[in-house]
């Protein structure tokens, strides 16, 4: 068994690792963009279920607890298959660490502020603050990461989206401000860290499981630091929820669920942008918001809380629209550059197959194409 072990760990040595840049590259193009989107989409609308189970059900408010074991679950693994050499992924340096410091301080704040929120917030309110997270990062973008400002219809429909969640808040009949406040300052954070994501992967070239390895070993002391502080450590081993049936299976689940939205949320920046990642959530309204009207207490129906989160669905409809409409277009001024140049789509791709200098051309032309799109 010994020596089968040893010839086993000698041929996985011999692999050549996988280049985390190459993997980032697989998700490029509009299809398998849509396949990223999707993924962060089912990702996220199952985190907020599995996170309102233990935080209330299971009576488990130790938010930095949680985040803690998800930053270890992400290093213990990360770390183990880059010593294995299955990836290629460069050790954690303090350089690289404080490069993406304010990326990981905007994480750990969001990730901290959700789960709190969430505790005295019913899941289809939580859901409408949240949508608040596109208007900033509308700004962002343009601030930031220097993109040019959007249409004027696809502003409209990012502020439709945030009108309707004031609209849907004066209709929650179990108004908590506290809730509130930190469901608000979350959005804040969601929308700092998104964007400094998208930025880190188009300035520096960083892929994608790069930044979320930094990103645990970074926000890992601040989330023990911070859960010993608060006592969590002691209550958790006086309290009488991890004994319950069904707890460890829950917690497990959410322990790896975190790890895998949080790199779907990153990937989605860096393959999608910052503003479509937000913009996520309000795809998954619809589900979400009917769902967690018949789940964990729900909510009251009310008509202003129904006509927000209509505006909330109207505005994501209209914002899907245009970018798609301003995609198409797009597309069309290219192929009409590429005609007018003489070439055609058989000879380009001819070209794109044979010929390293056109394809090194075509490359300089998509990325003069990405400093001009905003999502």
């Known amino acids: 068994m010994k020596s089968l072990c040893s010839c086993f ?21 509009p299809g398998n963009a849509l ?5 962060y989409f089912t990702c996220s609308i199952s985190m907020n279920f599995l996170n309102k189970a233990v935080v209330s059900s299971y009576n488990f408010n130790y938010p930095f607890f949680i985040m803690a074991c998800q930053m270890v679950a992400t290093v213990v693994f990360l770390d183990l298959i880059r010593v294995l ?18 990326c990981s301080l905007s994480f750990a704040l969001h990730s901290t502020l959700s789960l709190i929120a969430l505790h005295g917030m019913n899941i289809p309110m939580y859901g409408a603050i949240k949508r608040c997270t596109p208007l900033v990062n509308l700004i962002l973008s343009v601030l930031v990461l220097k993109k040019p400002f959007p249409s004027a219809l696809l502003t409209s429909s990012v502020g439709l989206i945030t009108l309707g969640v ?6 929650d009949l ?76 829950v917690f497990s689940l959410l322990i790896f669920s975190g790890c895998i939205l949080t ?19 309000v795809a998954k309204s619809v589900i979400q918001t009917v769902l967690g009207f018949f789940t964990f ?3 009251q129906f009310h008509p202003l809380n129904i006509t927000g989160l209509v505006m909330n669905i109207l505005g994501g409809v209209i914002y899907t629209y245009v970018k798609q409409f301003e ?19 058989p000879e380009l791709s001819h070209r794109k197959n044979s010929n390293t200098g056109n394809a090194k051309h075509s490359l300089i032309s998509f990325e003069e194409d990405e400093k001009n799109r905003t999502v």
């Open 166 to 171: 004031f609209v849907a808040s004066l209709g």
């Open 297 to 299: 207490g729900g909510v």
């Open 9 to 29: 760990y000698r041929h996985l040595v011999k692999l050549r690792p996988v280049n985390t840049m190459v993997l980032e590259k697989f998700f490029d193009g």
């Open 263 to 281: 790199w779907a949320q990153f990937l989605c920046a860096a393959v999608c942008s910052a503003l479509t990642t937000s913009m996520i959530s």
């Open 327 to 345: 995609k198409n277009k797009q597309n069309a001024r290219r192929s009409t550059k590429l005609i007018e140049n003489g070439i055609g789509v």
């Open 85 to 102: 050499k299955i990836v290629k992924l460069p050790a954690y340096s303090l350089k690289e660490g404080v490069e993406f410091l304010p």
């Open 35 to 39: 396949c990223v989107a999707s993924f």
């Open 174 to 249: 179990q108004f908590e401000a506290h809730a509130y406040t930190m469901g608000t300052l979350s959005v804040f954070a969601q929308a700092g860290y998104l964007t400094l994501v998208q930025k880190s992967s188009e300035v520096h070239h960083r892929s994608t499981i790069e930044m979320l390895h930094v990103n645990s070993f970074n926000t890992l002391p601040i989330f023990l630091t911070v859960s010993m502080v608060l006592g969590e450590p002691a209550e958790i081993g006086q309290s009488v929820s991890i004994a319950e049936p069904g707890f460890a299976w």
